[in-house]
Nanobody
Framework: HVQLAESGGGSVQAGGSLQLSCAAS????????MGWFRQSPGKEREAVAT????????YYADAVKDRFTISQDKRSNTVYLQMSNLKPEDTAMYYC?????????????????WGQGTQVTVSA
């Protein structure tokens, strides 16, 4: 059973950048999809970005499109989320996830495993 460990969260001013990393304990099966979700206080958890097939396919929530970039290094079992032009509304706990590809969800993921999360705080 794969385990996920996130790092890279922190505090930044609006307009700044952060990169999150997620190290998987083993290489997920090739038909798995990995990605990031986030949750702010009082809000539902939402999908942010996912990556499939070693980076050949990526999917983004509209709120982060053109600002966030997800990538995957299969050799090190690591997924990255480069976040640029951060906004206060990006403040949330960010969770790394791995799951199965599905055509029935907006970012194509049915989550099997969650990481512990890493906090991102963006100040105005």
């Amino acid at each position: 059973h794969v385990q996920l460990a996130e790092s890279g969260g922190g505090s930044v001013q609006a307009g700044g950048s952060l990169q999150l990393s997620c190290a998987a304990s083993e290489n997920p099966p090739s038909n798995n999809i990995m990605g990031w979700f986030r949750q702010s206080p009082g809000k539902e958890r939402e999908a942010v970005a996912t990556v499939y097939a070693g980076g050949l396919n990526t999917y983004y929530a509209d709120a982060v499109k053109d600002r966030f970039t997800i990538s995957q290094d299969k050799r090190s079992n690591t997924v990255y989320l480069q976040m640029s032009n951060l906004k206060p509304e990006d403040t949330a706990m960010y969770y790394c996830v791995v799951g199965r590809w599905t055509p029935f969800s907006p970012l194509r993921i049915e989550v099997d495993t969650w990481g512990q999360g890493t906090q991102v705080t963006v100040s105005a």
